[in-house]
């Protein structure tokens, strides 16, 4: 990556990383970018039963083929049953719940349907797909979400939109301000919903769905359906129909992956070395902390790239501004706290950075599926330290795949840190006196008697020294 990094030298090496050869199937190169993994190549959308002013938003944004959650669900929330689909993250379950909404509501009816997701990133752009995806059907979609002021949202509402799309704590503040009418909605979707339960919505989502007066169609979508979030499911559905479309790997094959073996000192330097050597098209680099997000952001501006931090603490108008830069390809480095791994649908992501891998399992597939969406190739790197094995394992266990090992041999390790240095050298003395104090305490050994009667011990084994192990308490004595 060179510092003259212009939305113009973005988009080349994008064009250039897509189109580097891929290991597809033939019958996905002769589909162009429609992997058959994704997609289902022998149906259209005509096919789901959709009508011509919803076909025609689709056709405008160049959508033929639909993807496998497309293709099941579509055809079920059609027909007006409760669905709860499982998919990769990555294959287009906003359509899938989206286009059944645009095609079942009256353009004219306010508040038709709720959409709850968890993040503000995610709502802006499920609310900005639907929009664009409903254009001809003329149905009105606006987001609601926490950190922008109410009475911004507050006209928009007054409008009565047929889908609102919220996070669920705005979504609560809004109905009890009386903004938001739950006894209108006739159907209710909820969107990662694995995400809301995991940042502690659950109490959130159980009081909204109690407050809908009508029994609305209900759909839930999410990459991972654990069977605690099946249960809350089917507790607010009527005999649904569950969707799970992978098959192998919670991973899209078009990912690539693998890791990098380094010191935690190192991170920084190798996140440089990869950026340089490789020159990706747009990436994110994933960091656990809201404080290691600014210091990767800080340490690779200095260094001449151009990163843009994101995460919690940032004032909404700040994080509305640098995800308008990544959708618009203005920026080459995105640094993100895990906020941002269900809020970003950005189409045209080539690279992952796990920077800090993840504690959970399924955060890792949550962070990597930002790339390679809608069946195009992508790149996910992760950085594991010497004591983080497990962490990989698990990974790979939960994604059934095998996570490969690469390494440059051009990169060169910093120096030991020096506090690291010094405690190295406290835990090799300490372990060296313990093993020095064990060797005190053991005791001389027994010297061999020549002549002993065998008979004398059970078993005619005679000892030769003292036992390893001896209790060393004290007998109990009238002394204080």
Partial sequence: MHSTNTAVSIRDRQKAFMAQPSPD??????????????????????DLGLKPAVL????????????????????????????LGQAKTGTGKTAAFGLPLLQKLDPEASFSALVLVPTRELAIQVAKELQELGAFAKVQTVAVYGGQPVEKQRPLLAKGPPIVVGTPGRVMDLAERGLLPFADFRFAILDEVDRMLDIGFRDDIRKILGKLKKVPQTIFVSATISPDIEKLARSYMKDPEKIVTFEKSLTVAQVKQSYFAVERWDKKRLLLHLLKKEAPGLTVVFCRTKRAVDEVALYLNKHKIDAHAMHGDMYQKKRDAVMGKLREGDLSVLVASDLAARGLDVDDITHVVNYDMPEDPEVYIHRIGRTARAGRKGIAWSFVAPDQGELLTNIEMLANVEIPTVGYDDFQPGPVPAEVAALREHEAKRREDSQQSRNRTAGPEVPVVAAVDPNMFPDGIVPTALPDRRLGGRARTKRR
């Fill in 25 to 46: 199937t033939s019958a996905a190169q002769s589909s162009g970018t429609h992997s058959p993994e994704t997609f289902v190549i022998d149906k259209t959308f005509a």
């Fill in 56 to 83: 025609e938003g689709l056709t405008k944004r160049g959508f033929k083929h639909p993807t496998r959650i497309q293709a099941a669900l579509i055809p079920v929330a059609l027909a007006g049953k409760d669905v």
